[in-house]
């Protein structure tokens, strides 16, 4: 079945760059996309990325993609401590209107 | 521009009381789903819909209901509140797409439902 797999937490120092990973199950995703959550509220889209795209960079964040390996990836650089939330990963099935989210990493960020 | 706005945002039940949780959206989207929040599981889709009159159950619908009568409206029903039910709930919306479009979610702020 669809599953997505993420690690729970992360902690990095200002200034750093934050690597969040994540893995998938369904190989025919069309889309995939990175949600970011602060406390006390709902989920906000952060970046997507196509399945026929390897990267994509928006500013501060990267976004790899290995489809043979199944796995994504998005990297903060200069994270401050704005950056503190829960990071979600998420995949969009191959019917187009499910969306299946991983378990959420929650990044600290230490000034 | 108001977006997806669920109510309430806070709500405390008894066993066995029940409750609806509200949710709307202003931007015209066919889609409308219901999610559960619970620590360190992540999301879990309880119902979704893809149009007015159309509901569907997601992966953990038992002990909810769901009915879209309007493109804007989509209220989740708890008829027997159990203290399993005690989670966070989110409601989202997304354009309709055709297969291999772009249609990220957009989420209310969610209601914290706490049953005891």
């Known amino acids: 079945g669809e599953d997505v797999e993420q690690s729970l937490f992360l902690s990095v120092r200002e200034g750093d760059s934050s690597v969040i990973n994540c893995t998938y199950t369904?190989?025919?995703?069309?889309?995939l996309y990175w949600y970011k959550q602060e406390p006390g509220a709902g989920l906000q889209l952060l970046t997507y990325?196509?399945?026929?795209?390897d990267m994509k960079q928006d500013q501060r964040l990267t976004v790899l993609l290995n489809k043979k390996d199944k796995h994504l990836s998005l990297r903060i650089a200069d994270t401050q401590t704005g950056d503190s939330a829960i990071y979600f990963c998420?995949?969009?099935?191959?019917?187009?209107?499910?969306?299946?989210f991983g378990a959420g990493t929650r990044l600290f960020v230490k000034a | 521009n108001a977006g997806v706005t669920q109510t309430p945002k806070f709500r405390i039940l008894k066993i066995g009381q029940s409750m609806t949780l509200q949710c709307t959206q202003d931007?015209?989207?066919?889609?409308m789903y219901w999610y559960r929040q619970d620590p360190g599981m992540g999301l879990k889709l309880i119902y979704y819909?893809?149009?007015?009159?159309?509901?569907d159950k997601g992966e953990v619908p038992n002990g909810y209901n769901v009915s879209r009568s309007t493109t804007e409206d989509f209220p989740l029903r708890l008829e027997l509140a159990a203290p399993s039910q005690t989670s966070v709930y989110f409601c989202?919306?997304?354009?309709?797409?055709?297969?291999?479009?772009?249609?990220?979610?957009?989420f209310g702020n969610g209601t914290r439902l706490t049953v005891t």
């Open positions: 989202a919306s997304s354009p309709q797409s055709d297969r291999g479009q772009n249609s990220p979610l957009h």
């Open positions: 931007m015209n989207h066919n889609y």
């Open positions: 369904d190989s025919s995703s069309t889309y």
């Open positions: 990325i196509f399945s026929n795209m």
């Open positions: 819909s893809v149009g007015a009159g159309i509901t």
């Open positions: 998420a995949e969009l099935n191959t019917g187009g209107f499910k969306t299946i």
